[in-house]
């Protein structure tokens, strides 16, 4: 087996493993950066838009108001009290730092309001990337960075197990051609973002596996907390799925914005459960994680429902809805189109959609029923209640306001746009302290060995908040902290020697 010697070992270029890199850059320790991809970056550099902040310079200069202790009560509160109270502080307390240092990495953000209408009036504490392209082209100057310094970064290469007895021997890695590699090392830091590509996992935590579309990083299989679990650490916790947003499929997903059916299913329009039942207040949609919990509260499918007036009238008039995408897409500055339509494709769209079955035509409700396997009788009274609530301007069950009770179902055809919860990723896997470091069921740590990012517990009781930018900003200064530590436990080492 190949044989190379470093320091540190970081697994994984993600948002947490970058940061790591940098600090032990920064501070010039010796490390090696394992990425299993071709690429640098995991869904930190692909996907996320911003991190959570608090008492940044940008926020101190805008006089904000929220700080620790509204954050970490919050926190606490909102997760009813099922929080890692050390980690979470310990986050909070060096996210505002984090932000500068960002902009150091090449990686600047700006405080603005959140890109979600549900929280438009929430404090300010959302640090958005100041340029979606251009993050991820520094994002890959960051590696050439590390490598001039004689640090080596080896991609298509993963960590696969650990020499451990007492204390860190070494991280074994493969390459793509099967090569073992065994790196000798002091300290390794698993930045592998979560367990969302491993299907077994997800299999064994969600019951709507099947339903789920995954725009999380696939390369991501729960590597780091497997080994931390095979050596004791304690991987007790609720599962907590990265649940946002919800679209028909990977073709009309919520980012890819061509489709119509796709400005459909982002408005309050009337969704049933798989059976038959309205489930939520549709206006949930506003908030991208509350509309994906309440669809993987229903088992991970919905449907939203039309009849042909309604896409008549979307294809000529201009309609009092925001698309809840609409925000995302607008740069730093610009409003946002708060209508939808006049939309002449939509008929195309929608005919197109049923050839690639993401919608269901029927001409009927008997046939509707038959189609997508909904129970007749829930349906008719589904849809008769609703009608009703569109009529009256009230909803008495859900409570949608009287200002979206636009459309009702009246007369075939009818179509379902078939709806799976969207995920980003999973955001449980191993207990750690305010070091990052994980630990038994007796709480003393596994020496040597740091969890960062996505593969931690302790922010979440149950699902992914309405704090915008958190886990993002977690796996940032998890990182950080997790260099920090090891670089802190080095010296130590070195001074009892
Ligand atoms: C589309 C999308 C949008 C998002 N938007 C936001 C947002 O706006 N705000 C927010 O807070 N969060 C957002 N997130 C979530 C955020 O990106 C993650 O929480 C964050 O990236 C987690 O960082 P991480 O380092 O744990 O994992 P990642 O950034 O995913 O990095 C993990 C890396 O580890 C590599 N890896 C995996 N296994 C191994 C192995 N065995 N050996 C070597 N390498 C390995 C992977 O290939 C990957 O590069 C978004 C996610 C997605 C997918």
Redesign the pocket.
């Known amino acids: 087996m190949k044989s190379l010697n470093t320091d540190v070992v970081i697994?994984?270029?993600?948002?947490?493993?970058i940061s790591a890199g940098f600090e032990l850059y920064q501070q010039k320790v010796p490390f090696i950066l394992?990425?299993?991809?071709d690429k640098?970056?995991?869904?930190?550099?692909?996907?996320?838009?911003?991190?959570?902040a608090i008492n940044s310079q940008q926020q101190k200069d805008k006089k904000v108001k929220y700080g620790y202790q509204e954050a970490f009560e919050g926190m606490t509160d909102y997760n009813h009290y099922f929080v890692n109270g050390e980690l979470l502080s310990r986050f909070l307390k060096e996210s505002g730092e984090n932000i500068e240092r960002m902009e150091q990495m090449g990686l600047p953000v700006t405080v603005e309001q959140s890109e979600q209408k549900a929280h438009l009036n929430d404090p300010l504490v959302y640090h958005k990337f100041n340029n979606f392209t251009g993050k991820m082209a520094n994002w890959d100057k960051l590696p050439k960075k590390f490598e001039a310094a004689g640090n080596m970064v080896l991609r298509q290469?993963?960590?696969?197990n650990l020499d451990y007895n007492d204390g860190l021997k070494a991280v074994i890695?493969e390459d793509s051609n099967g090569q073992k590699i065994r790196i000798n090392t002091k300290k390794a830091i698993f930045?592998?973002?979560?367990y969302c590509g491993d299907q077994e996992m997800m299999a064994e935590k969600y019951t709507d596996t099947d339903e789920l579309l995954n725009?999380?990083?696939h390369?991501?299989?729960g590597?780091g907390i497997k080994l931390a679990k095979k050596l004791g650490a304690n991987t007790q916790h609720n599962p907590v799925l990265?649940a946002?947003g919800c679209a028909p499929s990977f073709q009309i997903n919520p980012?890819a914005r061509q489709s119509s059916v796709e400005t459909l299913t982002n408005l309050p329009l009337l969704w049933l459960d798989q059976t038959g039942n309205r489930f939520v207040n549709e206006d949930v949609v506003y908030d991208f994680a509350m509309w994906a919990n309440a669809a993987h509260n229903v088992q991970g499918r919905y449907y939203a429902i039309v009849d042909q007036e309604t896409l008549n009238t979307f294809k000529t008039k201009e309609i009092n809805l925001e698309d809840t995408i609409e925000r995302q897409f607008c740069e730093v500055g610009v409003e946002p189109r708060t209508t939808v339509g006049p939309i002449p494709d939509i008929q195309a769209d929608f005919d197109k959609a049923i050839q690639s079955g993401e919608v269901v035509k029927a001409e009927t409700l008997e046939e509707l029923s038959e189609k997508i396997n909904l129970p007749l009788a829930a349906l008719k009274r589904s849809i008769k209640v609703y009608n009703q609530a569109v009529k009256n301007k009230k909803d008495d069950t859900f409570l949608k306001p009287a200002d979206e009770l636009l459309f009702g179902v009246k007369d075939g055809p009818y179509y379902a746009i078939i709806e799976h919860c969207a995920i980003?990723?999973t955001l449980d896997g191993v207990n750690v302290n305010r070091n990052c470091e994980p630990v038994k069921r007796d709480g003393s740590p596994l020496k040597d060995l740091y969890i960062?990012?996505?593969?931690v517990n302790g922010l979440y009781s149950d699902g992914y908040p309405s704090y915008?930018?958190?886990?993002?900003?977690f796996?940032f200064v998890s990182?950080w902290i997790a260099a920090k530590e090891a670089v802190k436990s080095m010296n130590n080492e070195e001074v009892k020697n």
Request: negative net charge; proline residues 0%.
């Open positions: 697994v994984g270029s993600g948002s947490s493993g394992l990425e299993r991809g640098v970056g995991g869904a930190g550099k692909f996907g996320s838009h911003g991190v959570f290469t993963a960590a696969v890695a930045a592998d973002g979560g725009l999380g990083e390369k991501a299989d590597t990265f946002h980012m980003l990723g960062v990012g996505n593969n915008e930018g958190i886990a993002n900003g796996a990182g």
